[in-house]
């Protein structure tokens, strides 16, 4: 009976060494594929938003007035198009 | 960003949670690490191009590649010629700020325009996306089909083969993988070249053509809209949104730069031979009259090239408009895809599964489904979409362009690798020239169309 306990025993013990071993070998492995990676790459990092920069009034306009001019242009093109489909 | 990793890091900084996104961009880093540490210098361009090819043959799609040819036939050789080399010189320095920005910043071109300018731009720019990718997308259905039905097959053969191809190479769940099926393909662009030295062009009368002559005659607008059409097929909305995206989706860093600009330049290279070489192929039809241009919505262009060249030459060029069409399904459905999971801030990477960046895949299906629905539709004026997507992307061009140079002068966000004067002032050029091409168009075009002046 004391023989089959032992045995027992160390079978847990050593299945609790492999898996401790599996651990260790699992984190050197993420260690190493961490290393591989910065620290801004993880998606942990890119997720968090890139601050807000503030735009001049005059780069501000100037944006908007590019974008306005561009709908204008865009609308005058798909016009066309749809005109040529007659 | 480079702002926060300049500054002196705590050594005792525990690492951020590691995602499945991480581990295989990891896992690709190592490989990259490795042939750096072991100084393998052609391992290592192996390893990090992809991105800048990509984008550039993407670029070189059916329709582009139908208009190249439709010049070549209308035209013959002359301006055109150097002036293809020349755009996409001009798509090179826009490429490489995309390519260093998304290296730099690892972020795509949305996400950034969103966070660092606000919400309205951010969403402004993906709607353009949007637009101009469908429309694309719809003309690029409508390539594989002229290019299928040279050999006598149909639009659904063309619908199934495209969104085929679309769910196969992101069935992997992994960048890497995407990247080098889609690489693979692009190769085949070189078809056009095939083609061209079947058609047994006159050596001399390419050469002679390197002085941009002759111009092309016609109307104001006909040269208008040549050049319109001839910018929207080198530099486009999607290819800003699809090198930035995939330059931080497949890992590139500050370090990879150098061959990232390598990667951008020889895709420069081999996009601008093969855009000459189906103008050259396109020009064998001037003696005929350019006769098969009229044809495109049916097997047309290669059709009349068969019946001048030969079987083999009509082969190779019908060849070529399928692998064009397909690979621009997959990068223009990968760039709205890049565009509208950033924009929602969820993950966006080929790295992530179906289940983690649900939003991500469902984009890349979803918009490749919309457009092949689209040609399926009986009595829909294809040639016409086809004939004016590039232009259409031409003219919306200028303001991803603007927020492409801000971002790329952001010391903020890029550091050390901030645009230089130089580059600046050949990307305000390029958005000046390519702002006036696209808006002379569309003005001209509309107060003609209304009568405001004659023709």
Known sequence: MKTETAASDHHADHAAAIAERDLQRQERFEDELIMHLERDQFVAETSRPVPRVALSKVATAALWGLRVFVVIVSVMVIYTFIDQLH | ?455
């Not at chain 2, 996104?21 to 690709?28: G, K, L, M, V």
């Not at chain 2, 089909?145 to 769910?167: D, I, K, P, T």
């Not at chain 2, 350019?290 to 047309?300: R, V, W």
């Not at chain 2, 958005?431 to 107060?447: M, N």
């Open chain 2, 1 to 455: 960003m480079t702002a926060t990793t300049d500054a002196p890091t705590p050594p005792v900084l525990a690492p951020p949670p590691l995602t499945g996104e991480d581990t295989a961009r990891s896992s690709d880093r190592s490989r990259v690490h490795s042939a750096r540490l072991g100084g393998r210098r052609w391992s290592l361009m192996w390893l990090l191009v992809g991105p800048g090819i990509l984008a550039m043959l993407g670029e070189n799609d059916g329709p582009s590649m139908i208009a190249y040819a439709a010049v070549g036939a209308q035209y013959g050789l002359g301006f055109f010629v150097p002036f293809i080399p020349v755009l996409f010189a001009m798509a090179y320095v826009c490429q490489e700020m995309c390519m260093r920005v998304g290296a730099v910043t690892h972020r795509g071109y949305g996400q950034l325009v969103l966070q660092r300018f606000g919400a309205s731009w951010g969403w402004f720019a993906a709607a353009d996306l949007t637009l101009t990718n469908l429309v694309t997308l719809v003309a690029e259905f409508v390539a594989i089909r002229v290019g299928l039905a040279y050999f006598h097959l149909g639009s659904a053969v063309a619908v199934a083969l495209g969104l085929v191809l679309v769910v196969f190479t992101f069935s992997g769940g992994r960048y890497w993988r995407w990247e080098r099926i889609v690489l693979g393909m692009a190769l085949f662009n070189g078809l056009f070249l095939v083609a061209a030295i079947l058609v047994k062009p006159h050596v001399g009368a390419i050469a002679g053509a390197l002085d941009f002559s002759p111009f092309p005659g016609g109307s104001f607008n006909t040269l208008l809209l040549l050049l319109a059409s001839t910018i929207g097929a080198t530099v486009t909305p999607w290819m800003i949104f699809f090198q930035q995206g995939a330059s931080a989706d497949k890992g590139m860093t500050p370090r990879d730069v150098n061959h990232g600009r390598w990667d951008t330049a020889v895709g420069a290279v081999l996009a601008a031979i093969f855009g000459v070489a189906a103008l050259v192929a396109g020009a064998a039809l001037l003696t005929h009259n350019g006769s098969g241009i009229q044809g495109f919505a049916g097997a047309g262009f290669p059709a009349a090239l068969k019946h001048v060249a030969g079987n083999a030459a009509g082969t190779a060029f019908a060849l070529g408009l399928v692998e064009a069409g397909a690979v621009a399904i997959l990068t223009i459905s990968a760039s709205t895809a890049y565009a509208a999971a950033e924009c929602v801030g969820v993950a966006h990477s080929f790295n992530s599964s179906p289940r983690e960046a649900t939003v991500f895949y469902a984009a890349n299906f979803g918009i490749a489904l919309i457009a092949a629905a689209v040609i399926l539709i009986p009595g829909a004026p294809l040639l016409s979409i086809a004939l004016n997507a590039n232009v259409l992307a031409t003219v919306l061009l200028p303001v991803s362009l603007v927020f492409m140079v801000m971002l790329a002068n952001d010391k903020g966000l890029m550091g050390r690798w901030a645009n230089k004067r130089s580059t600046n002032v050949i990307g305000i050029a390029v958005i000046a020239f390519v702002g006036i091409c696209g808006a002379a168009y569309g003005i001209d075009s509309f107060l003609q169309t209304t009568h405001i002046i004659g023709s």
